[in-house]
């Protein structure tokens, strides 16, 4: 009823706020007439007089139904493509940093060329965000001829380029790329030396193509930069060898609870807990194993990592399944996205679970890395200026679109009516029942020449159900999310009559499938190219007929996925642009979605209508309960990404204050000044530290003269200071001046003896680089705090508000080891190592040598 409620609610905010942009959108229709009769040359113009207009006062909204105009006149030119109303209403949404629901075919592509041309004209560069390079490249190429026909200059972001290459891609009006490069190039501007390095402007517009993918489906998983650390490859193997002594408490899709158990599994939260036994039991193992000593306690500081190591390996062995978490390929351990069912090869999971899971699989352990810079992908986007995106699939994830990321959905209407058929869900006793109902529906199907796409949940599962039809004899083909392009090709082919293809549910996201399949992929515009010939075209059209004739697209779906944006994802391949098409959602009561949420209620109503082996059930009250379990589900998933972006917020602030503070770092010139303010907040706390109220501690002379000389090379006699002024005996504030003074004339002396140039430069990098040290720890530090906070738990502790209290603490207390340690090797540089290592130095900085140069004040660096 509620949920009637807020529904209907939206519906009419929506059609509210759809209804106010009409308005604009008479207005952009009304000028197109005067764009006709421009030349080519004088519709180019428009772009600079656009420009100038700016600068002279006018804003982007102001010219909005202009430049629309001005880019849907040119692409009618150079395309042959008109953007439709509804694309129009679509591009407003996206200037106006919204989410456009834009239905799959519907030409998001093209919709973006509007708010990109718009936005682009203030200079500040717009990216546009894929999936995949495959699609970066794609959608750069295609829109590339319209944008720099109307003198706008388009850029590509992918892996793999060069510096210069990013830097210039950069720098382009409009940029293309993925998310991952986005915010990698982002970690990566933040770990450099010189300003000339960084290859990103000020984040200014990011519009994001298929947004829930991106913002959602891939926000679980930070982003992290790591370096390597020396290898524990053994400890891994030996924990992963005693895990094979404990014994769960529970077992997955088993309600019963062992009295004994040395852990417990929370399938749901993924996570595993060793209980009291357990810790017992561990420890005698540690000490069988020789780890730890007899004497010794596992909760010893130094011990208590064995702990997490345990709780890994029995995370590799109980929580990650080869073949649906991730699969082995040359000996590599390769994550399997949950949701898209993509190969993520260049990711690994953090904390040395990945590891734990090589170990399990008895593959290569790679070194432990230690993370260097990270942040999570709703972190970085929320750093633009201005966010908006598209999909197919929005509307149920609004309200987390709306708290994460402050932006509102507004579903567009399709341009053409919808008219595919979706059926209600069939559900059958056990997965062989289901299994010959998908087939048989598969092999009708196939006799009408109907083509139809098999969406699965995992590879698995798609390979399952490929050799099932390989053993029919049924042509088929399968898209297992190996290589983006090729995807691409299988899926364009998808609708040709009787074409079967079996397909995880989102892979070949992006890709349109025509009706009668499409006869050369990529093409710009498939009309003018089938224009060219036409006997081409007159074979697509009868296979398009025949296609039409068949029913259109059938979509079949093999179980239900946890979130139900997925499935619509799955459904919104067909019935695009008014096409036909169908679809239908089989299940069975041994689905996982089932077992884990429905099972009880739903086993119950079949038993008392009397269900038998074979038989099917759809009833309203069924496909109910189906989506109140997956609604459950993405509650869950909701909660745990808010978990992940609430614990990020903490880190996020201290990492914008130390970004903040490298980026005033690295565009002074000198941060000379700046270090002589730390040297005297460093010789105040020093000395601080032997004064009692407001006088000295003469015993302690001895002592504060040591420590000044330790610690900042200060060789003069405060005795003396004091017989030549008496008066400072009842004024300290004048006497740590008077050292202040001195030793920052000293300091200053010593700098001087080398070119400002020079001594400029060590200090920088001396501070950049300590800063980066204690950030690097701090990050890894407070990710232990995080993996352990839970335990706090226990004792009646918000373990989020003892990590925000805790890592607050650890964080002031690495603003103060930085000044320290700064102070530290600047005052050891330059009194001490530069007696015999100037030339070196100076040598390194005039043949520009820089990385020698870092080095070696790296090698000068220790931390204290
Ligand atoms: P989406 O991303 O919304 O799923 P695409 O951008 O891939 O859709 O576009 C689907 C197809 O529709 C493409 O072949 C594209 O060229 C075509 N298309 C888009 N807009 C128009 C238009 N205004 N007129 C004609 N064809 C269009
Ligand atoms: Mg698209």
Not at 773 to 781: D, K, P, S
């Amino acid at each position: 009823m509620l949920s009637k409620l807020i529904n209907n609610f939206f519906l009419s905010r929506n059609e509210r706020v759809l209804k106010k942009l009409n308005d604009l959108v008479i207005k952009i229709n009304s000028l197109e007439k005067d764009l006709l009769n421009l030349s080519d040359y004088e519709l180019k113009k428009k772009t600079h007089e656009f420009k100038l207009r700016l600068k002279n006062g006018d804003t982007i909204d102001s010219l909005l139904p202009e430049a629309f105009s001005v880019i849907r006149e040119s692409s009618k030119r150079i395309f042959g493509m008109r953007h439709f109303d509804v694309q129009i209403l679509g591009g407003i949404i996206l200037h106006k940093k919204c989410i456009a629901e834009m239905r799959t075919g519907e030409g998001k592509t093209l919709t973006a060329t509007l708010p990109a041309y718009l936005n682009a004209l203030l200079g500040k560069g717009v990216h546009i965000v894929t999936m995949n390079d495959y699609l970066a490249k794609r959608d750069a190429n295609k829109n590339r001829i319209l944008f720099e026909f109307l003198g706008l200059s388009v850029g590509i972001n992918i892996s793999g380029m060069s510096q210069e290459e990013k830097k210039k891609a950069y720098l382009a009006d409009i940029t293309y790329g993925t998310n991952h490069e986005y915010g990698f190039d982002y970690l990566r501007d933040n770990m450099i030396f010189c300003n000339t390095e960084k290859v990103q402007r000020k984040l200014y517009f990011a519009l994001v193509d298929e947004v829930d993918s991106i913002l959602i489906d891939e926000a679980r998983t930070p982003l992290v930069i790591s370096g390597s650390i020396e290898n524990s490859s053994s400890l891994y193997n030996h924990i992963n060898s005693l895990v094979i002594y404990l014994t769960p408490k529970n077992k997955k899709n088993c309600n019963k609870i062992c009295k004994t158990g040395d852990f417990y599994i929370d399938y749901k939260q993924r996570q595993v807990y060793l209980t009291e036994i357990g810790l017992v039991k561990v420890e005698k193992l540690l000490v069988k194993h020789n780890f730890i000593l007899k004497k010794e306690s596992l909760y010893l500081s130094e011990n208590i990592f064995f702990i997490h190591h345990v709780i890994l390996a029995l995370k590799a062995h109980y929580l990650f399944l080869k073949d649906i978490d991730y699969i082995i390929q040359n000996k590599k351990i390769i994550i399997v996205d949950e949701h898209t069912g993509r190969l993520m090869s260049s990711r690994r999971w953090s904390d040395g679970l990945h590891q734990a899971i090589e170990a399990k699989e008895n593959v290569f352990i790679q070194n432990d890395n230690q993370t260097l810079a990270t942040i999570t992908l709703q972190n970085y986007f929320r750093l633009y200026v201005k966010l908006s995106g598209m999909t197919g699939t929005a509307a149920t994830e609004a309200v987390e679109f709306n708290s994460i990321y402050k932006l509102d959905t507004v579903v567009i209407p399709t341009n053409k009516p919808m008219i595919r058929k979706d059926m209600p869900d069939l559900v059958y006793l056990s997965k062989q029942d289901k299994i010959n109902a998908i087939i048989s529906d598969i092999r009708s199907c196939v006799r009408r020449k109907q083509p139809v796409l098999v969406g699965t949940v995992s590879i698995e599962k798609s390979e399952q159900i490929s050799k099932l039809l390989s053993k029919l004899n049924i042509k088929h083909n399968v898209l297992n999310a190996k290589i983006h392009s090729q995807e691409a090709l299988i899926i364009s082919k998808a609708g040709e009559p009787g074409a079967v293809t079996i397909a995880t549910n989102m892979a070949g996201r992006g890709t349109d499938i025509v009706l009668g399949g499409i006869l050369i992929d990529n093409s710009n515009d498939k009309r003018y190219l089938f224009k060219k010939n036409s006997f081409i075209l007159k074979l697509w059209r009868d296979k398009n007929r025949l296609v039409v004739k068949s029913g259109g697209l059938h979509i079949i779906g093999t179980e239900r996925h946890e979130s139900r944006r997925i499935d619509n994802q799955l459904r919104g391949r067909s019935g695009r642009q008014g096409d036909p098409g169908s679809s239908r959602f089989y299940l069975s009561l041994d689905d996982s979605l089932m077992r884990l949420f429905a099972s009880k209620s739903v086993i119950h109503f079949m038993k008392t209508i009397g269900m038998k082996e074979g038989q099917s059930i759809e009833h309203p009250w069924l496909s109910k309960s189906i989506e109140q379990a997956q609604k459950k589900v993405e509650n869950q998933n909701f909660d745990s990404r808010k978990q992940l972006l609430e614990y990020d917020d903490i880190i996020n602030e201290q990492r914008s204050v130390i970004y903040n503070e490298r980026n005033k770092l690295i565009n002074k010139s000198s941060i000379h000044d700046y270090i002589l303010c730390i040297l005297k907040d460093r010789i105040h706390y020093c000395i601080k530290q032997y004064i009692s109220g407001n006088t000295i501690n003469l015993d302690s002379f001895f002592s504060l003269e040591q420590e000044l000389k330790n610690n900042f090379y200060f060789i003069k006699s405060i005795n003396k200071f004091l017989e030549h002024d008496t008066t400072l005996y009842e004024n300290v504030d004048k006497l740590i001046d008077l050292i202040v003074t001195t030793i920052q004339f000293s300091y200053n002396n010593n700098t001087s003896s080398v070119l400002k140039k020079y001594s400029n430069m060590i200090e920088k990098s001396v501070m950049l680089q300590i800063l980066d040290i204690f950030w690097t720890e701090h990050l890894n530090a407070v990710d232990s705090l995080r993996q352990s906070v839970y335990l706090r738990g226990y004792a009646q502790q918000d373990p989020q508000q003892e990590y925000k209290r805790e890592s607050f603490f650890m964080f002031q207390s690495m603003l103060e080891s930085i000044k320290n340690n700064v102070i530290k090797t600047l005052i050891k540089i330059f009194f001490i190592d530069f007696e015999k290592e100037k030339n070196i130095y100076l040598n390194f900085i005039d043949n520009k040598d820089f990385n020698s140069f870092h080095l070696l004040i790296r090698k000068s660096i220790e931390i204290i």
